[in-house]
């Protein structure tokens, strides 16, 4: 169980909530500016200890580009022209901007505007096969516990020139 503490800041009073993670060790989260704050975080963290989906905030710091350059080595079995065309378009569209990201930080919103600007200049399928790479990316950092969920889902993606959702 959470345990909740008060302490003084120049701004005021803030509340700490020190809890174990389920590999038990003591960690603890500070900041909150009202101790229902806390409680409301010491809640979400039993819930999901109990239901197995705990994150540490700490797994969500790698960054993208590292997250993806094991997703790559991990891609053994494709075929060379895949595999040329998946280097491709990491190397020219999606690590120059999200290569730095802490996976955590990559949200629907940063998706939305990062394919709203590749569909100026590229063609659908392009975009397209860019997205697919992020998205499976997402995926293998939600499978290796690095994020809960994945922002790539439902991004509205061109098709011939116009923009549909997926």
């Not at 800041?9 to 909150?32: E, L």
Request: proline residues 5%.
């Amino acid at each position: 169980m959470a345990t909740i503490e008060p302490y003084e800041t120049k701004a005021g009073r803030r509340y700490r909530v020190r809890y174990r993670t389920p590999d038990r060790r003591q960690t603890d989260k500070r900041g909150f500016k009202t101790k229902r704050d806390a409680e409301a975080f010491a809640a979400t963290v039993e819930v999901q200890k109990l239901t197995g989906s705990y994150v540490p905030p700490s797994a969500g710091r790698v960054t993208f580009g590292e997250i993806a350059e094991q997703w790559m080595a991990a891609k053994v079995n494709l075929s060379t022209s895949t595999a040329a065309r998946y280097r491709s378009a990491l190397d020219v569209h999606i690590l120059p901007t999200f290569g730095r990201v802490p996976v955590a930080r990559v949200t629907r919103k940063h998706l939305r505007e990062w394919i709203s600007t590749m569909a100026a200049t590229s063609s659908a399928a392009t975009v397209r096969k860019n997205v697919s790479v992020v998205s499976q990316i997402l995926d293998q950092a939600v499978k290796d516990s690095r994020i809960i969920t994945s922002a790539s889902g439902h991004a509205n993606l061109p098709i011939g020139g116009q923009v549909r959702p997926c």
